[in-house]
Structure formats: C-alpha cells, structure tokens
C-alpha cells in the first residue's frame, strides 16, 4: 500500500463518519493539527475531535480534489469540505448554514498507517460561510484585554431592584466552549422566568462575565432552585469546570432618570417626569428597556 493508498483510506474514514475508523488509520502516538485544534490532538482525542465535528455537521464529507505524494511519504491533498450546520458547533448554536470550504492536509504516512496530518483552511472563511460575525481585534493592549458581548432582555421598562454580577475563569478554549454552552442555556431560560428584566454575557480572554437585572432579589433566587444553572455549579464544585470563580447580588442605591429625545424639537426629556410629552408638547418617543 502506497502513501496516496494510506492518504485515500483516511479520508474514507471521514466520508463513512466513523470517528473509531479515524483513529484505526493512525499509527499509535500519530498526531492531528489544523487551525481550530492548533495544539495537537492524538489518540482518543481526534475521535472526539471528529465526533464533534459530526455532531456539528452530521453530513460532513470531505471532497479530495487532488492528491500530491513527496519522495518522503508525505502526502499533500487538497479537498473540499461540505456539510450542514444543524449542530452546536464549539459552543455555538447551530446557524443551518451550508458551507463548502476548501483546504489541504499535509498527511505522513508510515508503512500503512497515518504517523500526522497538518491540516490548513482559512478559518474567517469558515465562520463566514457558518453565518457568524467575524471581529478582528487584539487580544490586549497595555492593560486592555478585548473580547465579545451578547444581551437579551424582557423588554420590561421596570427599573432593575437587584443586579447579579458573576464571573468564571476558565483553564482552556474547550472549556470557555463549555461555559459559553451552559451561558446560553441558562439565559434562554432566564427569559421565561417572573421577574427577569435582562443579562449580558461578556467574554475576555479566558473570563467568562455575566449580567442580569431583576425586578427583586428574590426574583433572582429562581437560579438557585432548577435548570441548567445549579448543573453548571455543581460541575465547578466538583473541579470539573474552571479553575476560580465569583457570583455576586448588587442592590442599585439609586438609579438616574430615564432621558429620550423628543424627535420633534431635539431636546433631551425626563420621560418619566414629563410623562411622556415633551416640553414643545409632542409625544415623545417609547422609551427604551433601562436595562
């Protein structure tokens, strides 16, 4: 068996979706690296890597394109990746997207197993094609560290009587994906229960922060009592998730008018106070959520 023979049924592994298949191609202590698992994978670790993958994309096929053998035993293949986004995909919510994104693997072959695979693709094409935004930024400058937010809210004007702010620090990307899970299922929870008014979810570098506001403290004692919150504590607290943490209940000592332009006149009125009608007597507009 050739190289280009090891390299075909490698990516015949991938076509059938076989994570076990996968691994049987490797030689023992073989290694896999692309971009989005840039430290290395081997053994058991490419099973789950690609039992992810398909999880995320459960039509995934690779097309390979062109196979280039060296005099060395490496082989280069340039393939094309199809498949549907009907999956959580590193700890985001499946987009439905169709993507076909090319790229190439640079496979070492040994006998008849598979000894690496450094595999390429352009990742701001992936998250493109995936329907996700792409924001470019430093990691940190001086003493700003830079990262992402999400919000949702109730759309309640009441004014928040209790504020939780948390955080969780993370050990590793794979977890930030685990938390950003746990996050996202507990704010879809958050929406339906009394007394919710909004949360933000901020991410910077391996902190996980999150907001939200409620119309009383013991509104915000619902957490504690079912869902997917205590799951994701109790994980903590068994050193199964992160590696420090703080959760914390603030009560606003006093909280500032709520100020809208009239769009008639341009000033700027205390909607509350003026009830709604400016000073030159239009309506003004709806006021936004304080929150």
């Known amino acids: 068996m050739d190289a280009t023979d090891v390299a075909q049924r490698y990516f015949d592994a991938w076509n059938r979706r076989d994570p076990e298949a996968i691994v049987a191609t490797f030689a023992e202590g073989g290694t896999y690296t ?8 081997s053994d058991r670790a490419i099973a789950e890597y690609a039992a992810g993958l398909f999880a995320a994309f459960p039509d995934l096929t690779f097309d390979v394109l062109e196979y280039n053998a060296t005099g060395d035993g490496t082989v280069a293949a340039r393939w094309l990746m199809r498949g549907t986004n009907t999956g959580p995909f590193r700890g985001n919510p499946p987009t439905g997207a169709t993507v076909a994104l090319p790229g190439a693997d640079f496979i070492a072959v ?12 352009d990742r701001s094409t992936f998250v493109e094609q995936l329907g996700l935004q792409v924001i ?37 990307e794979e977890e930030v994906g685990q938390v950003r899970e746990y996050s996202r299922a507990v704010a879809a929870e958050l929406v339906d229960m009394p007394g919710f008014i909004a949360w933000l979810g901020v991410v910077i570098a391996n902190r996980m922060f999150t907001i939200t506001a409620w119309e009383d403290e013991e509104a915000l004692r619902q957490l504690r009592r079912g869902g997917t919150h205590p799951k994701a504590m109790e994980r903590f607290f068994a050193a ?33 106070l003026s009830a709604g009608i400016s000073q030159c007597g239009q309506r003004l507009p709806e006021p936004p959520p304080y929150w």
């Open 34 to 41: 692309d971009p989005n698992a840039p430290e290395g994978l």
């Open 110 to 121: 040994e006998g008849d197993k598979v000894r690496s695979v450094e595999g390429y693709f």
């Open 136 to 172: 470019v930024q430093p990691h940190s400058v001086g003493p700003f560290s830079f990262g992402y937010g999400v919000r949702t809210q109730s759309g309640k004007l009441t004014k928040p009587r209790a504020v939780g702010l948390t955080w969780i620090q993370a050990r590793s």
């Open 240 to 272: 199964e998730l992160g590696s420090s943490a703080m959760t914390s209940v603030w009560k606003p000592e006093r909280i500032n008018t709520l100020w809208v332009r009239c769009e008639a006149c341009g000033m700027m009125e205390d909607y509350e």
